[in-house]
């Protein structure tokens, strides 16, 4: 379809479809990353070490439950057409897992329940996502997705600190001085004692998603129903079939998708084991490293809105190639960086304090969270341009599988390094055997660079 015949949505419309990364980014910043994840870990399972494992058993149950279902769904709705229907139910269901979240209490004698809310809650907001991203291309033109993907993750990254800022300084209260960040007692009579500050981060993000998704189901355009629903499963089961077949003939689309594998796994070990770092090498607090995600998410948001204007300009393919670059920077700023030293030069010596590290650390972390902003937004935007409209969906799954089939990549690789430089014949330090330990993100990233080239963006008409 040439752009002058293309329907824009209306105004109200685009702005519901965009509140959607608003509605949903407390789910990642509360639940997965700084509020319920450590709080589950250290208070509701047995011990910390019991609390990572079945952590990572219930994200790794629900991450492959997704992988293996998201292409199926996603060929199957194209094949039927309107998107909110899929959204509305996943919806449903990880409202459900994040309100059951409330009632994982310190020292929960019922796990399974617990794990089973972690499961509902990832399957259901990762799903209604996959269904969310495929309207994307039908609200405005081919040249104006870049800035709509950009902005929309931008406003997810605000929506994320907004909350985590009401968590942590209203809500939360910390068990030894009754107290929440911002020094106040907590709202509604938490218990800080019970730890229900941080189990109220469940509800709270169910309520806040369904809420803010509402716009989207009411004013948000959707595609019109292509055929019978009752072949529908049969002809996207044919279609993803025949997808699949082809997968390795089609370089560009293929090569995208194995790229987009490799930086996203480097990305996402990045954001992983970012605290770990600067807690091991830097001997930083749990503030310092609240400090530093805060910023990481802060800028984020500047980077994706910067990174889709970006994109507009000059197409995808270049805003994810130089944040790539920006990420390996910053991976060997971060790995040159200790106590004493800065870019492998001595800044202050052993034992004296220096401000200059954890200055450059911080420095690292917000070009981090920029640079992550863009090529998370870009991507979108990119992956459309592989497909055809009416294949959009069973695209977003794919790209659901190849991020969820890798995931284990990046920590495992970590883990081998550490262990690898840590043994007693390289006779490393423990600093220096961690600082090693992360090099193979810089690898993930030079790998999914290399592969690239080959992708093609869509030719466009750039606005004026």
Not at 25 to 43: K, N, S, W
Not at 433 to 440: C, K, Y
Not at 441 to 457: N, W
């Amino acid at each position: 379809m040439a752009e002058a015949e293309f329907k824009r949505a209306p105004k109200r419309g685009i702005w519901g479809w965009m509140l959607f990364d608003w509605a949903q980014q407390p789910f990642h910043t509360l639940i997965i990353t700084f509020v319920f994840a450590p709080y589950f870990a250290a208070a509701v399972a047995p011990d910390p070490t019991k609390g990572q494992e079945l952590w990572g058993y219930a994200t790794g149950i629900g991450g492959l439950i997704i992988a293996l279902s998201s292409p199926v769904l996603g060929a199957i709705a194209d094949a039927s057409g309107p998107r909110k229907p899929w959204i509305l139910l996943f919806s449903i269901v990880g409202i459900i897992g994040c309100w059951m979240l409330w009632f994982a209490v310190p020292g929960s004698q019922e796990m399974a329940f617990v794990m089973l809310a972690i499961v509902l809650a990832l399957i259901g907001m990762e799903f209604a996502a996959v269904f969310n991203n495929a309207m994307m291309p039908d609200l405005v033109p081919r040249s104006e997705l870049g800035r709509l993907s950009g902005s929309a993750w931008g406003l997810g990254y605000v929506g994320g600190i907004i909350s985590l800022v009401i968590v942590l300084g209203l809500l939360s209260g910390s068990p030894t001085t009754g107290k929440t960040l911002l020094g106040l007692d907590p709202l509604f009579g938490f218990d800080p004692a019970m730890r229900e500050g941080d189990r109220a981060s469940g509800p709270l993000t169910a309520m806040w998603y369904a809420i803010f998704i509402l716009p989207m189901f009411l004013f948000t355009p959707d595609v019109v129903r292509r055929a019978a629903s009752k072949g529908a499963v049969r002809r996207g089961l044919a279609q993803l079939g025949a997808t699949l077949r082809g997968l390795p003939s089609d370089r560009s689309y293929f090569s995208f998708l194995l790229s987009s594998m490799f930086y996203r796994d480097a990305l996402n070990a990045l954001y992983s084991f970012g605290g770990i770092y600067a807690a091991g090498v830097l001997g930083w607090s749990i503030i310092q490293i609240g400090v530093f995600g805060i910023l990481a998410n802060l800028t984020g948001a500047i980077g994706a809105w910067l990174g889709g204007r970006a994109d507009q300009a000059w197409g995808p393919k270049p805003v994810v190639s130089i944040s790539i670059l920006v990420l390996s920077l910053c991976c060997l700023l971060v790995i040159s960086t200790t106590k004493t030293e800065v870019l492998f030069m001595t800044v202050a010596a052993e034992g004296a304090d220096s401000t200059i590290p954890d200055i450059m650390f911080y420095i690292a972390g917000a070009l981090i969270g920029a640079a992550g902003g863009s090529i998370q937004a870009s991507s979108r935007t990119l992956l459309v341009d592989q497909v055809d409209r009416d294949r959009v969906t069973e695209a977003f799954g794919l790209y659901a599988l190849s991020g969820k089939a890798t995931t284990f990549i990046g920590p495992l690789a970590i883990a081998f390094a550490t262990a690898f430089f840590a043994s007693e014949s390289f006779g490393l330090s423990p600093v220096d055997a961690q600082r090693l330990g992360v090099t193979p993100i810089i690898v993930l990233f030079v790998v999914g660079l290399a592969l690239l080239p080959v992708v093609r963006t869509r030719a466009y008409q750039k606005p004026a």
